[in-house]
């Protein structure tokens, strides 16, 4: 008994302090009288780059040489690329440019106002990489910005998978490697599917008919 009292004393004295909890601060963009300006929000200090905000790679944020598009990735196309490319353009582009790319999207069928151009025409296919770069970022016309939506490296994913796209509609026989037949042989399925599931194909080494083993 006789530790307790004190203990609670102590104890009950220490608990009376609030300074963590009451701290001189400002309220955000509230009134302050410390600042010539009155603003508590202070502008960054100059130079002050953000984290993940150093785009020193000017090339590859802007897909522009100085005030014109460039016609070079800023990296190897790879099929991993091209499958990532495919993957966000069926996504963001597909509804209105369709997976064609001949703008004959499904947006475009249900009435929009305007018919995307088909990147299959000649200005298209001479564009520059870096134009359509530019486009997924900046907009064009009364297309929107795609730039808070799909992040730089993916937007040149899908600029290689474009320019896949207006190869493949474009393709000679010269273009065919040696040994591909023309047209591709159909795979040979294992289950046809139902439209609920999805087909199964057989492997590659069971997909020759027997005579040709």
């Given at each position: 008994m006789?530790?307790f009292?004190?203990?609670?004393?102590?104890?009950l004295?220490?608990?009376?302090?609030i300074?963590?909890?009451?701290?001189?601060?400002?309220?955000?963009?509230?009134r302050?009288d410390?600042?010539p300006?009155?603003r508590?929000?202070?502008?960054?200090v100059?130079?002050?780059?953000?984290?993940?905000q150093l785009?020193?790679d000017t090339?590859?944020?802007?897909?522009?040489?100085?005030?014109?598009?460039?016609?070079?990735?800023?990296?190897?196309?790879?099929?991993?690329?091209?499958?990532?490319?495919?993957?966000r353009?069926n996504?963001?582009c597909?509804p209105?440019?369709?997976r064609?790319?001949?703008g004959?999207?499904?947006?475009p069928s249900?009435?929009f106002?305007?018919?995307?151009?088909s990147?299959?025409i000649?200005?298209?296919?001479?564009?520059?990489?870096?134009y359509?770069f530019?486009i997924?970022t900046?907009?064009?016309g009364?297309m929107p910005d795609y730039?808070?939506?799909?992040?730089?490296q993916?937007?040149?994913?899908?600029?290689?998978?474009?320019?896949?796209?207006?190869?493949?509609?474009?393709a000679?026989m010269?273009?065919v490697?040696?040994?591909?037949k023309?047209?591709?042989?159909?795979?040979?399925?294992r289950?046809?599917?139902?439209g609920a599931?999805?087909?199964a194909l057989?492997p590659e080494?069971?997909s020759k008919?027997?005579?040709?083993k």
């Amino acid at each position: 008994m006789k530790l307790f009292f004190p203990l609670l004393a102590i104890t009950l004295t220490t608990a009376c302090r609030i300074d963590m909890h009451v701290q001189p601060r400002q309220n955000p963009l509230s009134r302050s009288d410390f600042f010539p300006d009155q603003r508590s929000e202070r502008p960054p200090v100059d130079g002050t780059v953000a984290r993940g905000q150093l785009h020193e790679d000017t090339y590859f944020y802007t897909g522009k040489t100085g005030n014109n598009p460039g016609d070079v990735m800023p990296f190897p196309v790879t099929k991993e690329v091209l499958e990532r490319g495919r993957e966000r353009f069926n996504i963001f582009c597909a509804p209105c440019h369709s997976r064609l790319g001949d703008g004959n999207g499904f947006v475009p069928s249900r009435g929009f106002s305007r018919k995307p151009p088909s990147f299959h025409i000649a200005r298209l296919q001479k564009a520059p990489l870096g134009y359509f770069f530019d486009i997924i970022t900046e907009g064009f016309g009364i297309m929107p910005d795609y730039a808070s939506q799909i992040p730089p490296q993916d937007r040149w994913d899908i600029v290689a998978y474009v320019r896949a796209l207006q190869l493949s509609q474009n393709a000679t026989m010269a273009d065919v490697p040696p040994g591909q037949k023309i047209p591709s042989e159909p795979p040979n399925f294992r289950e046809p599917g139902t439209g609920a599931t999805l087909p199964a194909l057989l492997p590659e080494s069971n997909s020759k008919p027997e005579g040709e083993k």
